[in-house]
Each structure stands twice: as C-alpha cells, then as structure tokens.
C-alpha cells in the first residue's frame, strides 16, 4: 500500500520561515513533488526531488531522504499570498510516467 | 504555451442524473490524468491514459463513472448515475513523456451534487 502524512494545518507569521513534513510509505519510489494549491483553483508544481539533499528554487527549498521516507517543504521570507494548501506527492512505482499519490494537504495561514 | 483546459468549470445536479466533463491537456503530452478531489483532501487517481489507451483505471467506480480519450488528444469523463458523494473538484493533468514526468493541472470542475 502506500501512504503519505502531512500535517493538516500550519499557522506562520508574515517574514518568517516555516517547514512542512511529509512522510511517506510506497511500493517502489520514483520521485516526490510539492504542489501549492489555491482555494478554489489548481495545484501547480513547486518542486520535485529523487536523489537525497535538498534543492533550492527561490524562496522554496525541498529535502528529501529516501532511507527515512521523509520530505520537507521550506518556505522562507514568507508573504500572504503564501497562504494556501501544500501538497506532497509520490510517484510510488520505477517508471516515469506513473500516477502521483498525494497527501491530503497542509493548508497554511499566513498571518501579520 | 497553452495549458490544460477543463469545461465546465462548475456543474449542480441532482442526483441519479448525468454528467461530462471534458479535458484538453497541453498539446504534444502524450499522458493524461483524471482525479477526484473531495473538500480537504488530496487528489486521487480515477484513470490514467498513455495516448488512447488505458494505463490505470484501478480507482474507478466501473459501476457508473467512464472516461473515453478516442483520439489520443482531449478526454471525457462521465458520471452516470451521479450519488451525494460524488460532490467533488475533477481535476485533469497532463504530462509528457521526458524529463522529471511533471504533471500540469487543468482549473478543474467543480461538482455538487443535491
């Protein structure tokens, strides 16, 4: 089976940093993705790990650690429209093409 | 370039009718995805093309949701009966067959179902 867990909710203050985790248990690993997602509107890609480490795009920093089943999401400098659903996918199976199993959310306030 | 299209983008009807959502991925993707997405959660596979055949359609509810993708370009997904606990956003992804495989969500279709 696969499962991912994330934390449901986060609240963080506007400037600061925050870390969103992600565990994950799956059938084979291809790949983990972030996705931000809106109210009411689609997810859009943040990031995507497959080796160990962490990679940095901006504001945005992903780790991953395969041997731990283990992701993070970090955020820095953080502004309101940061304010949203952070998801974390798997891509369980070794192929490219293979469905993303996602977990349910962490929907993150930013507050003043 | 364009991105995945979805009609329409929100849908009320009773239950035990019918409905079709349609999807347009991004020209040239040859996979396409179709989610469920129930308030407060993640997305969850219903099928999965490669062009137009079927990769996983391991999630769907056989009984009374099927999607077709004739031509290997846009898809339908239809829901015939529809219940209460179809109530969800219909999200369709798309992505190609190179690279890190990232799949590109269309604005989805919001569904309520009375």
């Known amino acids: 089976g696969q499962n991912i867990d994330q934390p449901t909710e986060m609240t963080a203050t506007e400037g600061a940093i925050v870390q969103i985790n992600c565990t994950y248990q799956?059938?084979?690993?291809?790949?983990l993705f972030w996705y931000q997602q809106h109210a009411g509107e689609a997810p859009t890609f943040l990031s995507y790990?497959?080796?160990?480490g962490l990679e940095e795009k901006g504001r945005f920093s992903s780790f991953l650690s395969r041997s731990k089943g283990y992701s993070y999401l970090l955020l820095k400098e953080l502004q309101m429209k940061d304010s949203a659903s952070y998801l974390c996918?798997?891509?369980?199976?070794?192929?490219?093409?293979?469905?993303?199993?996602f977990g349910k959310g962490t929907r993150l306030s930013v507050i003043a | 370039e364009a991105g995945v299209a979805q009609s329409p983008r929100y849908k009320i009807i009773e239950k035990r009718q019918s409905v079709a959502f349609w999807c347009n991925p991004i020209?040239?993707?040859?996979?396409l995805y179709w989610y469920q997405q129930i308030l407060g959660q993640g997305p969850k596979l219903l099928i999965q093309f490669q062009n137009n055949g079927v990769v996983d359609d391991s999630q769907l509810p056989k009984d009374r949701f099927s999607a077709e993708r004739l031509k290997g370009v846009d898809s339908t997904l239809k829901i015939q009966p529809a219940k209460l606990e179809d109530s969800a956003v219909y999200l369709c992804?798309?992505?190609?067959?190179?690279?890190?495989?990232?799949?590109?969500f269309g604005p989805g279709t919001r569904l309520t179902v009375t």
């Open positions: 790990n497959v080796l160990d």
């Open positions: 799956t059938s084979g690993f291809n790949g």
């Open positions: 996918a798997v891509r369980g199976l070794n192929s490219g093409n293979t469905p993303l199993v």
């Open positions: 020209s040239g993707h040859a996979t």
């Open positions: 992804a798309s992505s190609s067959s190179r690279g890190t495989y990232e799949q590109y």
